[in-house]
């Protein structure tokens, strides 16, 4: 899936494909308003 993600350290914003596993990605269930942290997922480098 390509995503844009951001690097705000260089002020920059980058297209790039993230794929989301079992292997690389946690997530929470406990997010009741979809305003908390829901997932978390390891990428190789990116920029």
Known sequence: MEMTVRNPQ???LK???VEF???NTA???TSA???ETYM???VK???
Do not use: A, C, L, V
């Open 33 to 35: 308003d979809g305003r």
């Open 21 to 23: 596993t079992e292997e």
């Open 45 to 47: 480098k990116i920029f």
């Open 27 to 29: 997530w929470f269930d």
């Open 40 to 42: 978390i997922t390891d």
């Open 15 to 17: 297209t790039r494909d």
């Open 10 to 12: 260089r002020g920059q």
